[in-house]
């Protein structure tokens, strides 16, 4: 079946401006997590959903940062007021639910802020 | 903050040689996973260890997971060229709002030399 999909695979900005990064988990899979990967570093956690709700938004770095996944499949990331050092690699994964601790990985968004 | 440290960060090695990476903490985690990454993609799961002492072995790679759930390695065994890329191991913990969350080691670039 088809793999967790993320768009656009690459965004470039304006500093100050908004953007949405959107990621389509695994059909069925009912978690959907959100990191952030700087170059030469592992994923960093942002957000973790369980069904619609977030169950843990602890890894958002301040209230710029702001994401939705309303019926429980696609999830998008909002950033809003963009500055130089969100410029990332944003990785969205899927598991099959809250029990299972094996996380499959899109491919990435990579967003650069001029 | 649960921190996990990955040694070596780089490794270049010649074909046919043996390498172990390591994963280091002083926190317990309950699952640790190694997941493999390609430039310009997410990363991919290669294992998931949750029992202390328990080993798993994948084609030429055996993957340990520490008596104490502290400690992981990853041994290869007459590495091939395919086998260069970014390795990453993540912790995971059950129980609250931790459930969901990964936590990363910086990741080992690895290189084969034909």
């Known amino acids: 079946g088809a793999g967790v999909s993320q768009t656009p695979s690459n965004k470039v900005t304006e500093k100050g401006k908004y953007v949405e990064l959107r990621c389509d988990p695994i059909?069925?899979?009912?978690?959907l997590y959100w990191y952030r990967q700087s170059l030469g570093q592992g994923p960093e956690f942002l957000i973790y959903f369980q069904g619609t709700g977030a169950a843990d938004d602890s890894g958002l770095p301040n209230d710029r940062f702001f994401a939705v996944r309303p019926e429980g499949s696609v999830s998008t990331l909002k950033i809003q007021r963009t500055e130089r050092g969100d410029s990332a690699v944003y990785l969205c994964?899927?598991?099959?639910?809250?029990?299972?601790?094996?996380?499959?990985f899109g491919p990435g968004t990579r967003l650069t802020v001029t | 903050t649960q921190l996990l440290e990955q040694s070596p960060q780089f490794l270049s090695i010649q074909e046919g040689e043996n390498l172990t990476v390591y994963c280091n903490s002083s926190s317990v985690f309950s699952s640790l996973q190694w997941y493999r990454q390609e430039p310009g993609e997410g990363p991919v799961l290669l294992v998931t260890?949750?029992?202390?002492?328990e080993v798993k072995k994948l084609k030429r790679l055996t993957f340990q997971f520490g008596d104490a759930r502290k400690d992981s390695s990853l041994h290869i065994t007459a590495a091939q060229p395919g086998d260069t890329g970014l390795y990453l191991c993540a912790g995971g913990r059950a129980g609250g709002t931790s459930y969901g969350k990964l936590t990363f080691g910086q990741g080992t670039i690895l290189t084969v030399h034909p």
């Open positions: 260890v949750v029992t202390g002492g």
């Open positions: 994964a899927s598991s099959e639910g809250q029990a299972s601790y094996e996380q499959y």
């Open positions: 059909s069925g899979h009912t978690a």
